[in-house]
């Protein structure tokens, strides 16, 4: 076989094991655009998928002759120096899953094949004089250059990323600080390299809290956060004669991902009840109890509410038979179990969390590129706040269990923003603020053939309130949907 052709048949392989790679993992399992610890790989994919477009599209129908052979060495041998740097960076910064790991390596020997094969082109190349010469390979080079297409998107989604994740820092440092509380406390933090972790542990660090972070990654959230706090892996880990004065408990698996089947509810389950268990486990051997437990829920607690229901739902909402709401209330009742020893509990339930990163990324896509409309009925309740508002809410919650104004045992708040839009209110309002058309209607039969139960997350809603912070005077920085879009623009 001629050893160009089989050259740019392994670049096919490679653009196909590259996309799986996007795909799959930066995308879907480890959501390396939402990661602001990610910010420096992704500016090396970015820039990696630069040269892989370039590559793919001037290899697919040219031949590289005299000046432009040596062009294209210096091109491998960048792409080489920087597949090195993005090895060194991945290592330092987060730990691969075992698949991830797996198709890097097959990626790194599939690409020093061809590299090697088109390199052994170059005194031939080199030889003749300079210019580009067109030599198309059928079917071959049309998939090559769909390819370079791809790759190209891909960066350009990459580098947006980046340039995005850039401003999560800023807008941390930029914030007003916020008082949990004038003593100094020490806090632990379950789900610390969160979304929602990352922005309370940077503020408790900021107002003289001493953390303690439990994580499946104690090495990376000990980058996160500079070295400023301690990291373990379990709860046994812990000493019973550690002080712990308050516990903030995050930790949970992503709810939208692979389908709800039997494996996924358990896995789901035990992120969120099976931990919650660990650490009140811990707190009834602690020589001295957490005076506070803050626990994550969801407003999933209330089920769906009926297309056409206006009924608002404050936290006397009674929970629905379904498997989102079943796994918010068995989530509620693990943490309660804390109230036995002493530890007053409050049990926040969020609404979708308004931020630079989290869901609303990915939910912003479709507008961003121009493709946002209705989704489903478009009439669904979307109850949401602000992941300023909940930090603050979170400081305003420890602040009354430290005056004793709390609630006694068991406390329940809906962290969600005043201002609860329909789904198709909401994606008009993000329109508008990055001056986008929202005309592209999605069907949602096509969600729930692949989701089942989970496409209720995103055609289904909850008109919740946030009673009980309303009635004790709390103020929302940012009560509407509007502001709070334009905030992270």
Same mark, same amino acid.
């Given at each position: ?5 089989? +050259?740019?048949?392994?670049? *096919? ?5 590259? *996309? ?9 399992? =480890? ?17 990696? !998928? ?9 290899? *697919? ?14 091109? %491998? ?27 890097? &390596?097959?990626? !790194?020997?599939?690409?020093? @094949? %061809?590299?090697?094969?088109? *390199? ?33 998107? /891909? ?19 930029? =914030? ?6 004038? &003593?100094?406390?020490?806090?632990? #933090? ?50 019973? $004669? ?24 358990? $896995? ?26 803050? /626990? !994550? ?12 229901? @206006?009924?608002?739902?404050?936290? /006397? ?5 379904? %498997?989102? /709401? ?12 804390? +109230? ?18 989290? @869901? ?26 602000? #992941? ?13 269990? +430290? ?11 809906? %962290?969600?923003?005043? =201002? ?34 989970? $496409? ?25 949907? +509007? ?7």
């Amino acid at each position: 076989m001629n050893t160009h052709v089989l +050259a740019l048949q392994l670049m *096919a392989a490679q653009g196909c094991l590259g *996309a799986f790679d996007t795909l799959y993992h930066h995308e879907l399992t =480890e959501a390396l655009p939402q990661k602001p610890g990610a910010r420096l790989e992704l500016g090396i994919h970015a820039t990696r !998928a630069i040269i892989y477009a370039l590559l793919f599209i001037g290899l *697919a129908y040219w031949e590289w002759h005299g000046l432009f052979a040596v062009a294209l060495l210096g091109i %491998f041998t960048v792409e080489i120096v920087l597949t090195l740097w993005d090895f060194v960076v991945e290592d330092r910064t987060r730990l691969l899953p075992a698949t991830e790991r797996v198709t890097h &390596t097959v990626l !790194a020997i599939n690409g020093g @094949a %061809f590299i090697t094969l088109l *390199a052994m082109h170059f005194p031939v190349w080199y030889a003749e004089p300079t210019g580009m010469v067109w030599s198309p390979q059928g079917w071959l080079s049309v998939f090559l250059a769909l390819c370079g297409v791809g790759v190209g998107v /891909s960066g350009l989604r990459d580098a947006l990323a980046a340039l995005r994740l850039g401003r999560v820092d800023h807008q941390v440092a930029a =914030e007003t600080s916020v008082s949990f509380d004038e &003593t100094k406390r020490t806090v632990l #933090v379950t789900g610390a390299t969160g979304f929602i972790g990352r922005q309370l542990v940077r503020a408790l660090l900021s107002d003289g809290h001493e953390v303690i972070a439990l994580t499946r990654q104690p090495k990376q959230a000990a980058w996160t956060f500079d070295g400023k706090v301690r990291c373990i892996a379990s709860m046994g880990e812990l000493p019973a $004669a550690c002080r712990v004065d308050v516990v903030v408990n995050l930790a949970g698996a992503r709810i939208l991902g692979p389908r709800w089947n039997a494996r996924r509810r358990a $896995a789901l389950r035990r992120s969120r009840i099976g931990l919650t268990g660990q650490v009140v486990d811990w707190i009834a051997r602690a020589e001295h109890k957490p005076f506070l437990m803050l /626990s !994550a829920s969801a407003i999933g607690y209330y089920g769906i509410q009926p297309i056409g229901d @206006a009924t608002e739902l404050d936290e /006397s909402g009674p929970p629905q038979a379904m %498997f989102m /709401s079943d796994l918010c209330r068995e989530w509620e009742g693990a943490a309660g179990a804390a +109230a036995q020893y002493g530890t007053q509990v409050e049990c926040l339930r969020f609404g979708l969390v308004i931020g630079l990163a989290g @869901a609303l990324p990915m939910m912003l896509l479709p507008i961003l590129l121009g493709l946002g409309g209705r989704l489903g009925s478009g009439k669904q309740w979307l109850s949401w706040i602000h #992941v300023d508002d909940v930090v603050r809410g979170m400081a305003h919650r420890w602040r009354s269990a +430290a005056q004793g104004s709390g609630v006694p045992g068991v406390g329940v708040t809906n %962290f969600t923003a005043p =201002e609860s839009v329909t789904q198709f209110d909401f994606s008009r309002a993000a329109a508008r603020v990055w001056h986008r058309p929202c005309v592209l209607p999605t069907p949602g039969w096509p969600m729930r053939l692949a989701l089942g139960e989970q $496409a209720d997350l995103l055609l289904e809603g909850q008109r919740v309130v946030p009673q009980r912070l309303q009635r004790e005077g709390f103020v929302f920085r940012y009560p509407g949907i +509007a502001a709070a879009l334009r905030s992270v623009k």
